[in-house]
């Protein structure tokens, strides 16, 4: 039985925590039998009960005043040193039933690390043509199969091992996923990429980290205009048409 643990950075959160954390306990008990699971909050410069409300749940709270994602993601870490298998996930998100056992299946098979992918569940307050043109942009790689082109702090496994062999989560305040993955796959170790698996995330606008996937929602609504009252269309300006190695393609 491997030891595996699960971060969650936060910064004031108490609103969606207690989502993010029954899904996780979802999780850990389908893979209880294969794993021992720590669940780990890492409470980053919050003003609100989010710390509180981890411990009210039974879950161990690491503080920190960094106010930066990618210190908080590492911070977590190692608080972890005995952890085989290291899972990442966000505390606006709302991992699946199936999330923990999809990355030790993946490990079981060889993978060094596991990069799932997103969905979006309830858009509101988000302008009506959103949506479907995020929805469009992000599948434009379906033809790759289970594989995608997308890399999120929300839906992230690796091993410890390479995990450490590859310097671990940079300090930075968006985008230390996203430089992890790239480290994992220039240090010629085995990403599994695994779209079947998607974690629910929040449609807000207004995200902790600058330029991440609450930043990327808020481009596209900045790309919706109004045509005429009780009408909308969607500019015909070109968004999200980026490569593969584009900040579009590899959104936190």
Do not use: K
């Not at 699960?6 to 999780?27: K, M, N």
């Not at 981890?54 to 210190?71: D, K, Q, S, T």
């Not at 030790?104 to 043509?129: H, I, K």
Request: proline residues 6%; contains cysteine.
């Amino acid at each position: 039985m491997i030891a595996l643990g699960v971060v969650v950075p936060a910064h004031d959160e108490e609103d969606l925590l207690a989502d993010c954390l029954a899904g996780l306990r979802d999780a850990a008990a389908a893979v209880a039998d294969r794993a021992r699971v720590r669940l780990l909050v890492v409470a980053d410069a919050c003003a609100d009960r989010t710390a509180e409300l981890a411990r009210a749940h039974g879950v161990a709270v690491v503080p920190l005043a960094a106010r930066n994602v990618g210190r908080a993601r590492a911070a977590g870490v190692s608080a972890l040193p005995g952890a085989d298998w290291l899972a990442t996930t966000d505390a606006d998100s709302v991992v699946p039933p199936d999330w923990l056992a999809a990355q030790l299946d993946a490990r079981d098979r060889g993978a060094d690390a596991w990069v799932g992918t997103v969905e979006v569940v309830d858009w509101t307050g988000v302008p009506g043509a959103v949506p479907a043109r995020y929805r469009a942009a992000y599948e434009a790689d379906h033809h790759l199969g289970d594989r995608h082109r997308h890399v999120h702090g929300a839906s992230l496994g690796v091993a410890a091992p390479a995990y450490r062999a590859v310097g671990g989560f940079p300090p930075r305040e968006t985008g230390e996923d996203v430089a992890l993955v790239e480290r994992l796959d220039r240090a010629g170790l085995r990403v599994v990429r695994d779209r079947r698996h998607p974690v629910a995330t929040s449609a807000r606008t207004e995200g902790r980290a600058p330029e991440g996937f609450a930043a990327h929602l808020l481009g596209l609504a900045r790309h919706v205009v109004r045509a005429a009252p009780g009408t909308t269309t969607v500019s015909s300006r070109p968004v999200l048409d980026r490569e593969d190695d584009g900040p579009a393609a590899r959104i936190s």
